[in-house]
């Protein structure tokens, strides 16, 4: 027997169907079904797509978890079926906040999905920000001031894309980018616009289907009260302006020497 089959007859006896409505649903037959719940058979991927479907559970906790020693029905379900852990509270009954330390930070686009990565992450709990799934992320570099490189930023999930506001900040975990803490706004329906608040770094677009996480901003925990240096001003920013036009200027003018 496989962890897989185990869950498999686990989340049916859990639910009290038969293996007969089970196969009918998957539009397999009783026989065939029978053979993944005793290991003698592993299903395509294909049919494992639609045990998951079937379950509202993801393929990873099918895989990777005995889901006999978690309550199916506290787990977060996310968008695309996936979920992540079931909310966990403190000896006080609030919400306990994963925190992704710097060190850590380099493993969670392979371990956000991973329950025994996100159990091993460090905890801490804040009241007043009531009910939701929040997680702390560092932040790297200077491109969103006042925020420095080292803050922790507490960002609450968003299950669906259409939660986004223009003009917020978000943490949004992708493909490509891996984890980057930007101003969001919407340019289509497939397609975000991410930037700075550092001018110094040029807005880009991110593919919706590249995004694998957004947690919406709630608060930070900084280390530093430094104030936010004199980089925002519009004089220095018409300075910059200024040095691009001329620097523009140039451009044209070797090329009508040329």
């Known amino acids: 027997m496989s962890l897989f089959s185990d869950n498999i007859r686990a989340l049916r006896v859990k639910y009290k169907i038969s293996q007969e409505k089970v196969a009918e649903s998957l539009m397999i037959t009783r026989g065939r079904y029978v053979k993944y719940e005793d290991g003698t058979s592993e299903p395509r991927y294909e049919i494992l797509k639609k045990i998951a479907h079937y379950y509202h559970i993801s393929i990873d906790l099918l895989l990777s978890v005995d889901v006999r020693e978690i309550d199916v029905n506290d787990l977060l379900k996310l ?4 979920l992540i852990l079931p909310i ?3 000896q006080m009954g609030e919400n306990c906040i994963e925190v992704v330390t710097q060190k850590v930070k380099a493993g969670y686009l392979n371990g956000y999905a991973d329950p025994e990565y996100i159990e091993q992450l460090q905890q801490i709990s804040l009241p007043f920000l009531g009910v939701g799934k929040y997680r702390g992320f560092p932040v790297e570099g200077d491109s969103m001031p006042p ?4 803050d922790i930023i ?6 669906q894309l259409g939660e986004v506001l223009g003009g917020k900040t978000y943490i949004i ?3 490509s980018e891996g984890m980057v803490y930007k101003r969001l706004n919407k340019n289509r329906n497939d397609t975000l616009v991410v930037a700075s608040d550092n001018f110094f770094y040029p807005p880009y677009e991110v593919k919706a289907s ?9 608060c930070s925990i900084a280390r530093s009260d430094k104030r936010n ?3 925002e001003s519009d004089s220095i920013k018409n300075m910059f302006v200024e040095i691009k036009n001329e620097i523009t200027d140039l451009k044209k003018n070797m090329v009508l020497k040329n």
């Open 79 to 82: 968008e695309n079926n996936r």
């Open 88 to 90: 966990q509270v403190d």
């Open 147 to 150: 925020h420095q490189d080292g």
């Open 154 to 159: 507490v960002g609450r999930y968003l299950e």
């Open 173 to 175: 975990i992708t493909r």
């Open 210 to 218: 590249d995004i694998l996480e957004i947690w919406e901003y709630q």
């Open 229 to 231: 240096e004199a980089l």
